[in-house]
């Protein structure tokens, strides 16, 4: 499972570079950079590892595109040769059409959008690109063979190939989807064909289909599977030289597990991936972790195909050591909540979270990367050895700098003045991952159950409230002095700009993603909408909160931070309360009365304040370099080349990883 950024409202950080975060801007896209804080004090042992994982993520973005639609090398190269070669005119609006979709071509893997999946149609016409080829060597193009027949038509005749998923029910999903993970096959003939396979008994089921084309030929339904020898083989002999040589120089456990992946890479055999996932589930200890392979089956409307994908990751030392102090003294947190004594737990344990920086990105998660990943996929696993759940951070942390750089954000929009602006771009994106922190490693496994209660008591309402006592945890807490003094808040005001942020959202600005004359649904957001609409009620006598008016637009601003913490606390104590009693008709009241409905009135204003900024939806990033100091013929040292030219990067990438 992968945990995409489309959600994230929240900007401003701790620490941050003068350079520009976004490198690039086309279409509905921001290209980002991103930085890798803690690689120059790696160990050299740990930095020639990721070097080697890195070249065999790089090694699979091939197998990425063709997997998304069998022209899509034919496509990029051939594009990517014109725009190498062409000495013409490249001022006209036509050449510049032509390079807008090429970097549209690199950001999705291929001619179908990443996000929508539907195909996207050039800006220029047939009649110019075949010209601008008229005027290119034909040898540049070696067996290219430069967009003849059905290549053309891909790229240009908007009725053919228009979406590589389609997931209308009742229509023939397989034959309508132009993926690449079927040819000549029925949506009938598929799932027969997997289910005489499948073994319903067996209580570690095999994921079968999963590295493997599933095509017809000579009227036989058989798989063509990605392995050495098999399906793009080339490709993977150079992932897996590259692993071998970081398997060298691995320790144990992971050496182990790398040792696992290359066997399966070599048989195919699945059995051989299950291992390798149970063996990652079970290493809690490498400082360097990596995904490299067929991992998400979002691309095939069967869900059973998964789409090649590469990170390479090490421990964010930082992020890890701030959840672990949390943790440490879960009981202390619990002693002293404001929630009646005999809902807090004698005896309760803090959760610690794995926190990691990417520094290569591959295949399915370039450009476009998600900021957490969940695995392993396999259900059985899942149960019986249990899943790691990993967040990005300066992946996170890049997102989050390059929404507050562009010219309007929905900060800028959205707070009141200057001075909260300010003062959230100083603290805020801190202090909004320590509040994430507190509500994970602490909040969801505060407080119990009186005997008898139910775990199920609170029936529908149950995620809502439950995630709102998470919150409300981490809340509470984020603005107490035994924060500061344990080194994880840097002041006795840094909470301040996450509670005005927190209200900001909760109350408006998350409406932006629900649409008009809808109700508020998503447990989170229904979580947030109840907390910050109770605080603005019962806060409304004393002014604690304030709606405010300026040329038409509202604002709500927090006045009293204290004040404010006190209803915080009193709502904490009120929803552990009807947890620990089980009150089914206080929770559904609670829920019904705060967090359901949209004022039509301010719902109406935030789409169109929204609307107005014209934010680019969509963001990906080009990768850090990894460079290889050399000194008498041996390597020394590995450094980090930032890269602010995503195009030529995919350039680069082109040339040098192409294995397909
Ligand atoms: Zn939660």
Redesign the pocket.
């Known amino acids: 499972m992968t945990v995409t950024a489309l959600a994230l409202t929240s900007c401003g950080g701790a620490s941050r570079s003068e350079t520009p975060w976004i490198v690039d801007r086309f279409d509905d896209i921001k290209v980002i950079r991103y930085e890798v804080p803690g690689f120059e004090q790696l160990p050299l042992e740990e930095k020639e590892l990721i070097y080697y994982l890195a070249e065999a993520t790089k090694c699979g973005r091939d197998i990425m595109f063709d997997q998304n639609f069998k022209y899509n090398l034919a496509v990029r190269r051939t594009l990517e040769t014109v725009y190498e070669n062409y000495e013409g005119d490249r001022t006209t609006a036509e050449w510049k059409a032509l390079e807008k979709y090429l970097k549209k071509v690199w950001f999705a893997n291929g001619i179908h959008h990443h996000y929508s999946n539907d195909k996207f149609v050039p800006e220029f016409t047939e009649g110019y690109l075949l010209d601008v080829i008229e005027t290119i060597p034909e040898e540049k193009f070696g067996e290219l063979n430069p967009l003849r027949g059905e290549v053309c038509k891909a790229i240009f005749d908007a009725s053919l190939y228009k979406t590589r998923l389609n997931q209308t029910a009742g229509e023939d999903l397989i034959a309508t989807s132009s993926n690449n993970y079927y040819e000549g096959v029925t949506q009938a003939e598929v799932e027969k064909f997997y289910a005489d396979m499948a073994d319903p008994h067996d209580p570690e089921p095999i994921s079968y289909g999963l590295n493997s084309k599933l095509v017809k030929e000579d009227g036989v339904v058989r798989e063509r599977v990605w392995k050495i020898g098999g399906m793009y083989s080339p490709a993977i002999e150079k992932i897996v030289y590259w692993l071998e040589k970081a398997q060298a120089v691995a320790a144990e456990p992971q050496k182990s597990n790398i040792a696992a992946l290359i066997s399966y890479y070599k048989t195919g055999d699945l059995r051989e991936f299950d291992r390798y996932n149970i063996g990652w589930v079970k290493d809690t200890v490498s400082n360097v972790d990596f995904v490299n392979g067929f991992i998400e089956d979002y691309g095939d409307p069967l869900g059973r195909k998964a789409s090649w994908e590469g990170i390479v990751d090490f421990m964010d030392k930082e992020a890890c050591h701030r959840t672990e102090v949390i943790s440490e003294n879960a009981q202390w947190f619990e002693d002293n909540s404001p929630v009646d004594p005999r809902f807090r737990k004698p005896h309760v344990k803090g959760v610690s979270a794995k926190v990691v920086d990417g520094i290569t990105l591959a295949g399915a998660t370039y450009p476009a990367t998600p900021i957490g990943i969940n695995l392993p996929n396999a259900d059985w696993i899942r149960r019986d050895y249990g899943s790691q759940s990993v967040t990005i951070a300066n992946i996170t942390h890049a997102y989050d700098y390059a929404a507050q750089e562009s010219p309007k954000s929905t900060l800028t929009e959205f707070a009141y003045d200057q001075a909260e602006i300010d003062a959230y771009k100083q603290y805020g994106s801190y202090t909004d991952e320590i509040h994430t922190d507190l ?2 490693c602490l909040g ?1 496994g505060s407080g119990q159950l009186l005997p008898g209660v139910s775990s199920t008591a609170l029936g529908e309402y149950q995620s809502t409230l439950e ?1 709102a006592r ?1 919150d409300l945890f981490g809340l509470y807490y984020m603005a107490d002095p035994k924060l500061v003094e344990l080194g994880i808040m840097p002041n006795a005001e840094a909470y301040k700009p996450a509670y005005s942020n927190y209200i900001r959202n909760g109350l408006f600005v998350q409406f932006t993603r629900v649409e008009l004359g809808k109700q508020n649904t998503e447990a989170h957001m229904q979580n947030r909408k109840l907390i910050a609409e109770w605080c603005y009620e019962k806060g409304a006598a004393r002014g604690i909160i304030e709606k405010k008016m300026r040329d038409g637009k509202t604002y709500f601003v927090v006045n009293d931070y204290e004040a404010l913490r006190g209803l915080f606390s009193e709502l904490l104590a009120e929803i552990q309360r009807i947890k620990s009693e089980g009150d089914y008709a206080a929770g559904k009241n609670l829920v019904e009365t705060y967090a359901v409905n949209i004022d039509p009135q301010l719902h109406k204003e935030v789409l169109e304040r929204y609307a107005a900024l014209n934010l680019k939806p969509y963001g990906g990033f080009v990768n850090p370099d990894i460079v290889p100091v050399e000194k008498d013929g041996k390597v020394v040292d590995y450094k980090i080349v930032y890269v602010d030219n995503y195009l030529q990067q995919q350039l680069d990438y082109g040339k040098k990883y192409r294995t397909l």
Request: a negative charge; zero cysteines; charged letters at 40%.
């Open positions: 509500h994970e969801h995630e998470a």
